[in-house]
């Protein structure tokens, strides 16, 4: 199934539906005038959102999620019409990709217009900026901006700082409990994984995170090859930009993680009835053996559907009683950088403490 056909979302909602959808759309703005957090649905993942034209209420989201105050947050805006009043410097690369991919799943981090709170951005001199493709999360942007407001809404993802990134309300409401007054529910998120980040705020375009939107065809809108995170000038440069979702340890359970080859997965999966301990197994082409003590949960196995589960499957496996976690490992191919890439942090994060 694809990503687009999983769009529950989408569906044309009945009448109580809707005025279910116009009731929280109108509870969320009046929380979000109040200075308060709406944690909101989008196509990647939940984010936990503040209006960002006010830095108190964007600092609750700092204090909410335990996350470090020079972490700057993306700012989710209604169109790319709004790109002038949040960035100083627009270049033709950055109207394009917004041409090409908004709404979606691709952050651009530019330089920030003058007014933009340094509680948002960290201190940083850049902001990130996307418009997410949800239709819940539009609604309630345009509303704001209907009401005479900024339209914008700085949100990370809705977890604790360095733990699993929530994609659906109810992962939101164990995550962060009553710190958040307000969920909207957008139902299962489409993508499952974090946007794409591409840095344009320094010349030759650069990959910060990769997502859904492949460096290939964020490329192709630019005409020319993306740098990668590795390749920046200078660690020391205090204008590089700091990316949390870039960092070795990020995305992560609480318990142990371990990466194993198909090859050993299936020996594991012969010899399950003799082990002594209860593992938690997350496996894209092995089904569970008959009989197996082991937790085993299978998932698709094209890039877009497991990126859509994966999320959710390591949050099942870390609430479960089970001694570790086993991950098949991914197949080498560019379809799988981004879902690669979180595995990996998550197995670098894996058993340790929250921060
Ligand atoms: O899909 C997503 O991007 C989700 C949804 C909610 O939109 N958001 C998300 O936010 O993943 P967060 O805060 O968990 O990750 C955003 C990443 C962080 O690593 C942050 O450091 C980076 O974007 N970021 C934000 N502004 C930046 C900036 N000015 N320069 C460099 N990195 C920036
Ligand atoms: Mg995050």
């Known amino acids: ?168 309300a109810a992962h939101v409401r164990a995550e962060l409990g009553d710190a958040v007054p307000l969920v909207l529910d957008g139902g299962a998120c489409a993508v499952g994984i974090e946007s794409t980040i591409v840095d344009l705020s320094r010349g030759e375009p650069r990959l910060l995170r990769p997502g859904q939107i492949s460096a290939a065809s964020i490329a192709a809108v630019c005409g020319r090859p993306l740098l990668c995170h590795e390749q920046q000038d200078s660690a020391a440069d205090s204008d590089v930009p700091r990316a949390s979702g870039t960092l070795a340890a990020h995305y992560a359970p609480q318990t142990p993680m371990r990466l194993v080859t198909s090859a050993d997965l299936a020996i594991l999966a012969a010899t399950a009835a003799n082990e002594t301990k209860r593992c938690g197994i997350i496996s894209h082409s092995l089904a569970a053996p008959p009989a197996s003590q082991h937790l085993w949960l299978r998932l698709p196995a094209d890039a877009a559907g497991y990126a859509h589960d994966f999320y959710a499957a390591l949050r099942q496996l870390d609430a479960a009683p089970v001694d570790r976690i086993i991950v098949e490992a991914l197949p080498d191919d560019e379809a799988w950088r981004a879902v690669a890439d979180r595995l990996q942090r998550a197995l670098t994060g894996a058993g340790e403490s929250c921060e």
């Open 1 to 168: 199934m694809s990503a687009a056909e999983r769009k529950e979302s989408d569906l044309p909602l009945d009448e109580s539906a809707e005025s279910a959808a116009a009731e929280n759309i109108a509870r969320a703005l009046a929380l979000l005038n109040a200075g308060e957090l709406v944690a909101i649905p989008t196509e990647t993942v939940y984010g936990l959102a503040a209006d960002a034209r006010n830095p108190a209420a964007v600092a609750k989201i700092f204090a909410a999620k335990g996350r470090p105050r020079q972490h700057p947050l993306i700012v989710h805006l209604a169109d790319a019409a709004q790109l002038d009043d949040w960035a100083s410097e627009v270049p033709p690369a950055a109207r394009a990709l917004a041409q090409a991919f908004w709404p979606g799943p691709l952050t651009m981090i530019l330089k920030r217009a003058a007014g933009v709170s340094d509680v948002l951005t960290g201190g940083a001199s850049t902001v990130g900026l996307r418009v997410p493709a949800h239709p819940l999360t539009l609604r309630l942007l345009h509303a704001m901006r209907a009401a005479g407001g900024s339209g914008a809404l700085a949100a990370p993802s809705a977890n604790r700082f360095g733990r699993i990134s929530p994609t659906s």
